[in-house]
């Protein structure tokens, strides 16, 4: 069984699958994907993640503001965020982080922001997921001052393996997207072939980064089945046995998932 750990399914390209996130969701099943991790960007799509997750028994969500989606001067508040962490269904935090690719000029804002998702990591203990770019020595500064008791994930890593190294120094685990099987991913790859067994996620990130050969299309989950297989090939190990260790990997990191036993 796979997980994609990280998915958009309020934002997907239903096209084909005739507009129905229930056949979208169905095709990725048939292809053994037994769990989701719906992301959360904003506060405006927070009732939609949960809602998902509401209604399927194997979608869970995450709740939390994305770099690019803080607003200066309206910040996501702690005690809003610890609100909606309440939420049964919602077993982790973010995505959060920091995003100096496309605005470099927010960057004091998008810090008070990750600080402030990194704060109710403490405060709650779930897990919290990164998105850095464009900013590895700002995010590692704030994740080595949250000194978190509990582990994350730095969701569709882009970095090197210094970087990655890290990351896992300070506990968290490293997420690979449909990226990797990109022509000119030579890095990338380097640091999926040295990530512990034990540490490793996969994702899809969709609808974006569809891995080859879907490249340039809409990315559905069904597609974590690619990412998986290049993964599994290129660290030589497996197929099942890479889908059972990235599977137990999530369970570990989000404990309170309601993912199934496979069969």
């Not at 399914?9 to 053994?32: K, M, T």
């Not at 605005?103 to 998008?110: C, H, L, S, T």
């Not at 600080?115 to 709650?124: D, F, V």
Request: glycine share 6%.
């Amino acid at each position: 069984m796979l997980v994609d750990s990280h998915c958009h399914l309020d934002r997907l390209d239903l096209a084909a699958h005739d507009g129905s996130l229930d056949a979208a969701l169905e095709a990725a099943r048939q292809r053994g994907v037994g769990h989701f991790l719906c992301i959360g960007v904003s506060a405006d799509n927070a009732a939609d993640v949960k809602a998902l997750a509401e209604r399927y028994e194997d979608v869970d969500c995450s709740v939390g503001v994305h770099p690019l989606d803080v607003q200066p001067g309206a910040e996501p508040a702690l005690d809003w965020l610890l609100q909606e962490l309440n939420h049964p269904r919602v077993v982790a935090i973010g995505e959060t982080g920091l995003d100096y690719h496309y605005e470099p000029e927010a960057a004091e804002v998008q810090q008070a922001s990750f600080r402030l998702h990194l704060q109710a990591a403490q405060q709650t203990g779930k897990p919290v997921i990164v998105h850095t770019r464009g900013a590895r020595a700002d995010t590692l500064a704030l994740l080595r001052e949250a000194a978190l008791p509990q582990a994350g994930v730095l969701h569709c890593f882009t970095e090197d393996w210094e970087m990655a190294k890290a990351a896992l120094d300070l506990g968290f685990y490293i997420s690979l997207s449909g990226i990797v099987t990109f022509r000119n991913a030579d890095a990338l790859r380097d640091v999926a072939r040295q990530v512990p067994a034990d540490r490793l996620l996969v994702e899809t990130d969709s609808p974006y980064l569809a891995p080859i050969p879907y490249r340039g299309k809409p990315n559905l989950p069904q597609y974590v089945r690619e990412v998986a297989e290049y993964l599994a090939m290129l660290r030589g190990q497996p197929y099942e046995a890479f889908a059972q260790q990235t599977t137990e990997n999530f369970k570990r990191l989000f404990p309170l998932a309601h993912v199934k036993s496979a069969g």
